[in-house]
């Protein structure tokens, strides 16, 4: 789709990270908020019958380009697309800026209970393979070493876990 049709037909606002359309079309009206939420909870906006992923479109409209990579949502909200809230990441890193998955039972991202043992395993995914740090008898000594571990390996992108329903409690703006 031409770049310049875009522009013109929605209105970015980086403050709250929803788009408006310019004009009304179809469904569209004129200073309507545009977008839905898709089955996998990204903001998706139609144009010209082509899907666009609303966190894709913000980076293109704050810095005139369109991501080459992933766009990473920093606090994992996949409906929050304020710019502040997005950066450019290989697949790696956005996968490394996970919460805890829900087969998680230890309640610590990283860390497993050793079965037919009575301690706890620690392992991290770095650059695409399991790497296995170690079994500790203290859960609290094994969430430590997942932790310094993530920070060394994952930078920027550590994430230690945090709600699981992080995406359910964000408070952002809801979409109509």
């Given at each position: 789709?031409?770049?310049s049709?875009?522009?013109?037909?929605?209105?970015y606002?980086?403050?709250?990270g929803?788009?408006?359309?310019?004009?009304?079309?179809?469904?569209?009206?004129k200073?309507?908020?545009?977008g839905?939420?898709?089955?996998?909870?990204?903001?998706?906006?139609?144009?010209?019958?082509?899907?666009f992923?609303?966190?894709?479109?913000?980076?293109?409209?704050?810095?005139?380009?369109?991501?080459?990579?992933?766009?990473?949502?920093?606090?994992?909200?996949?409906?929050?697309?304020?710019?502040?809230?997005?950066?450019?990441a290989?697949?790696?890193?956005?996968?490394?800026?996970?919460g805890?998955?829900?087969?998680?039972?230890?309640?610590?991202?990283?860390?497993?209970?050793?079965?037919?043992?009575?301690?706890?395993?620690?392992?991290?995914g770095v650059?695409?393979?399991?790497?296995?740090?170690?079994?500790?008898?203290?859960?609290?000594?094994?969430?430590?070493?997942?932790?310094?571990?993530?920070?060394?390996?994952?930078?920027?992108?550590a994430?230690?876990?945090?709600?699981?329903?992080?995406?359910?409690?964000?408070?952002?703006?809801?979409?109509?």
């Open positions: 789709m031409n770049e049709l875009l522009l013109s037909l929605l209105t606002h980086s403050e709250t929803l788009f408006t359309w310019n004009v009304s079309r179809g469904k569209a009206r200073g309507k908020v545009a839905y939420e898709m089955a996998n909870g990204y903001i998706g906006i139609f144009c010209n019958k082509k899907l992923k609303a966190h894709r479109l913000a980076w293109f409209f704050s810095y005139g380009e369109m991501p080459a990579n992933v766009i990473d949502h920093i606090n994992r909200n996949k409906k929050d697309n304020r710019i502040e809230n997005l950066r450019l290989t697949t790696a890193e956005n996968l490394q800026n996970r805890i998955q829900k087969r998680n039972k230890s309640g610590i991202k990283g860390v497993s209970k050793r079965i037919g043992r009575n301690s706890w395993d620690v392992s991290i650059n695409g393979k399991s790497v296995f740090l170690g079994s500790f008898k203290d859960i609290e000594l094994a969430d430590l070493v997942a932790r310094e571990a993530r920070e060394k390996y994952h930078g920027m992108f994430n230690h876990g945090g709600d699981r329903g992080v995406q359910d409690k964000a408070s952002v703006a809801s979409i109509s």
